[in-house]
Structure formats: structure tokens, C-alpha cells
């Protein structure tokens, strides 16, 4: 009886022992190689390169890492690490290698054109002849340490301060980014739609309130990150804006106030004329970087065709850059800058889109009342403001001379009139340029 239950227990142990080995067996000999992923490889290589790549082994741990990069039969070394055995079961004990190697490519010996990244990765198991697992990556990869050449198509640029320009230029090769910088200001590029690839055109504008500048600046990086700057020579004419003095009567002051403090409770418990001044100092900065920011998301493509069109049988009762002085009583207390033209016909004259655009924006905007917004494509834009209709809706097509609402005298406005004004990338500019065929000939049509 004794000896059948030993031969019995005998036989159990045995089996999970071998169970057991088979088991660690399974472990020493697994067949999986460590996995390797790229984390940073760019579509081509500048100067500057920051390698990265994680390494990751599931069962024996790492045993050595190789990076290095191949050019012309020569290499170029980025990381060796050899790992040591910790214990027979778990190799190493190190699963997880995150590497990162910032890398001057220039520095490193390499040259523009094509070369290889080698990265070999070795786990502990039990692998052709003791070696381990083995993982291989040869990933091609393309160097280039020119900067693009800019070659500009426009002619020399003439302009007019707080207006608009168009400058066109090509590039030796596909970029990732650019801009044209005109005083602090940048402006988007899209590409050149009259000419071939890496063909590209930017409508900038001379803000208002800053200084002329003499030259704009053309600047591109390429895919790898090298970047070119050029200089750009710009005859910039100025302009003389109207200064006006406005005389505020406490009638046009409780007028004013009393409008804007039904839709701006906030204003309770100031007298009309800190009302005025609050309008000015607040609620007008609010409301043009409400108008300025839309102007900042543009359609790629130029949507507008010829002139643009104002309010038909208008005068003008305000230009732009008019600088208004206020009085009450003997003492100056406010300015503003007058950044639109108010156009007046008769009351709730119909107004028509002054070009084909895309409705960004419908509705109420502070001082400028119910208020229209279309995009015209390439950061120009139009708005239409203190109506006392809309008719549109936001995302609605429209083709020029479409009614968009009706003039009025809502937000900041005594008589009907439209305030209209145009916007380009982030700036207000004068309209006054977009009106006129023959500006538009010479400064964008002829300059593409
Ligand atoms: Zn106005």
C-alpha cells in the first residue's frame, strides 16, 4: 500500500517538475524578437534631428541595442547599450527602452541626399546560438540640409498705407510652412492658383497705428526645417486721415448709453458719459478682435471676382482711419479710430454683398450692432454692420450684390447707415482699394 502511494506521489512530482521545466523551457527558447517603433521620422531631415525610438521585449528582457546611421558605406553611430544577464529566467529584467538622441546632422559628418538607419535590437533567449532574438529595421531615410530658394514673381510693390498688397513667389521645393511678414504683422501663404506647384501668394496689409515698413519679408521652411528669409522692397505711400471732432451733447449721450445699456446690463450705475467711455475702452477692443479673429480663418481659395460693390445710392459719412476726438464740455474724453466706412441711403435701404463670400458670421456685435461677416477667401473678408435686418445665415454662399439684411441703427449708431469695413488676415484695411477696378489690376490681378 505504502510503496503504490510513493510510486503514485513519485510519478505526480515528476510530472510537475517536468510540467515546470517545460514551462521555463517555453520562456528560454521563445521566438519573439523585441519590437522596435520609430517615434520621430520626418518626411525628410534638416539640421537639426531629433531621433527618437522606443524598444520594447515582452519575455527575456533586452540583451543590446545598435543604432547607427549608413551614408555612402560609412556609419555614423547613435547608440550601442549592452544589457546584463540578471537572473536565468528573466534575462536582463529590462523590457522597455525609450531613446532619445537630439542630433546635430552636420556635426554627426552626414551630407545631403539619402542614407539608412540601422537599428538592431537582441533579446536574452536562447536564439541562434545563444545570440538571442534579433530585430532588424533599415529604414530609408532622405537628408537635406539646403534652405529653399525664394524667387519672387511680383514686380516692385507700390502701396499705401493702411492698405492692402499682394506679393507671389516661388520656391525651390514643397514647404511646410511660410508667411509674409509686413511690419510685426504675419500673413498667410496659399498657393498660387494661376501658377504651378510650390507657386505660392500671400495678401498682406500695412496695419493701421503701425509704423511704414520699408521692406515685407518673405520667409519658408522646408519639410526638414531649414528656413530662408528674404527681404521684399515696398514704396509705401502715406495717407492723411481726417481727424474729426465730435462734440458730445447730453442728448447724444443718453441716446448712446441708453441703447447699449438695454444689451449690457453690466453698465447699470454709470453716468451716460462713463457709459461712452466704457463702450470705447472695453466693449469696442472686444468687439473688433471678435471680427479680427474670424478674419484669421480664411478659404483657401480667392472667392471674389472684380470690384467690390458698396451700399447702391449711398454718400459717405465716415472713411476709414478717420481719428475722432470727443469733447463734453471743454474737455477731451475719449478717441477713437475709425476703422470702416458708414455708408447712408434711405432707411433700411437693402444691402447687397459687396462680393461672392461665404456667411461667417450673422448677428448682434456690441458697438456695431446686428452685424453680417462674409469670407471672401484668402483671409479677405467683409463685414456689414448696424442693420436692422439679416437675411442670411451663417455658412450661406452668396454671389455679389446678394441682400444680406437691411441698413439700421443698431449698436453704437445715431442715423441709418451701414458701417462697412474690410478685414484681411487679422487687420482692418481700407475698403476704398478694393472698390476701384484699376487698384485691383495693378496691385493683385497683374501682381499673381
Ligand atoms: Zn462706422
Redesign the pocket.
Known amino acids: 500500500m505504502l510503496t503504490k502511494s510513493l510510486i503514485y506521489t513519485f510519478f505526480l512530482s515528476l510530472i510537475v517538475v517536468i510540467g515546470f521545466i517545460v514551462y521555463e523551457m517555453f520562456f528560454f527558447f521563445e521566438g519573439n524578437t523585441p519590437e522596435i517603433k520609430i517615434t520621430n521620422l520626418p518626411e525628410s531631415i534638416g539640421e537639426k534631428y531629433n531621433f527618437s525610438c522606443a524598444v520594447n521585449e515582452k519575455e527575456t528582457g533586452l540583451k543590446k541595442i545598435s543604432i547607427k546611421i549608413r551614408q555612402h558605406e560609412k556609419d555614423f553611430p547613435l547608440f550601442e547599450k549592452a544589457y546584463q544577464r540578471k537572473s536565468w529566467r528573466k534575462g536582463s529584467d529590462i523590457y522597455d527602452e525609450n531613446i532619445n538622441i537630439p542630433l546635430s546632422i552636420k556635426e554627426a559628418g552626414l551630407k545631403d541626399g539619402n542614407a539608412t538607419l540601422l537599428i538592431k535590437a537582441w533579446d536574452f533567449a536562447w536564439k541562434n546560438n545563444g545570440n538571442g532574438n534579433l530585430n532588424e529595421i533599415n529604414q530609408k531615410i532622405s537628408i537635406d540640409l539646403m534652405p529653399p530658394r525664394i524667387s519672387p514673381n511680383s514686380k516692385p510693390l507700390y502701396l499705401w498705407q493702411a492698405g492692402s498688397g499682394l506679393i507671389s513667389f516661388e520656391v525651390s521645393e514643397p514647404i511646410k510652412s511660410g508667411s509674409v511678414k509686413s511690419g510685426d504683422s504675419l500673413f498667410a501663404l496659399y498657393p498660387n492658383p494661376q501658377k504651378g506647384k510650390n507657386n505660392y501668394i500671400s495678401l498682406f496689409a500695412l496695419p493701421i497705428g503701425e509704423p511704414v515698413p520699408q521692406e515685407i519679408f518673405i520667409e519658408v521652411e522646408d519639410k526638414a526645417g531649414n528656413k530662408t528669409t528674404i527681404p521684399h522692397r515696398v514704396f509705401i505711400k502715406r495717407r492723411n486721415f481726417k481727424k474729426d471732432i465730435i462734440n458730445l451733447s447730453e442728448n447724444l449721450l443718453n441716446t448712446l448709453s441708453s441703447k447699449l445699456y438695454i444689451k449690457h446690463p453690466e453698465l447699470k450705475g454709470s453716468t451716460p458719459l462713463e457709459i461712452f467711455q466704457k463702450i470705447n475702452s472695453e466693449l469696442r477692443p472686444q468687439n473688433d478682435n471678435a471680427l479680427l479673429t474670424l478674419s484669421k480663418n480664411s478659404s483657401k481659395e480667392i472667392l471674389w471676382q472684380d470690384k467690390f460693390i458698396l451700399l447702391p445710392n449711398s454718400s459717405y ?2 472713411l476709414f482711419g478717420d481719428q475722432r476726438t470727443y469733447i463734453y464740455g471743454k474737455d477731451k474724453v475719449d478717441y477713437t479710430l ?1 476703422l ?3 455708408l447712408a441711403s434711405n432707411q433700411n435701404a437693402p444691402v447687397p454683398a459687396a462680393n461672392n463670400g461665404i456667411v461667417v458670421f450673422t448677428g448682434y456685435l456690441g458697438i456695431y450692432g446686428e452685424t453680417v461677416v462674409l469670407d471672401h477667401g484668402m483671409g479677405l473678408f467683409s463685414s456689414y ?2 442693420l436692422s435686418s439679416i437675411k442670411v445665415n451663417k455658412g450661406d454662399r452668396l454671389k455679389k450684390g446678394d441682400i444680406l439684411g437691411n441698413t439700421g441703427t443698431t449698436g453704437l ?1 445715431v442715423g441709418d ?1 451701414l ?1 462697412f ?1 474690410m478685414m484681411l488676415n487679422g487687420h482692418f484695411v481700407t475698403p476704398m482699394e478694393w472698390i476701384d477696378e484699376k487698384w485691383i489690376k495693378d496691385h493683385i490681378t497683374t501682381q499673381m
Request: proline share 0%; charged share 15%; aromatic share 0%.
Open positions: 459719412k465716415a475709425h470702416g466706412i458708414d454692420s448696424h449708431a447707415h458701417h469695413a
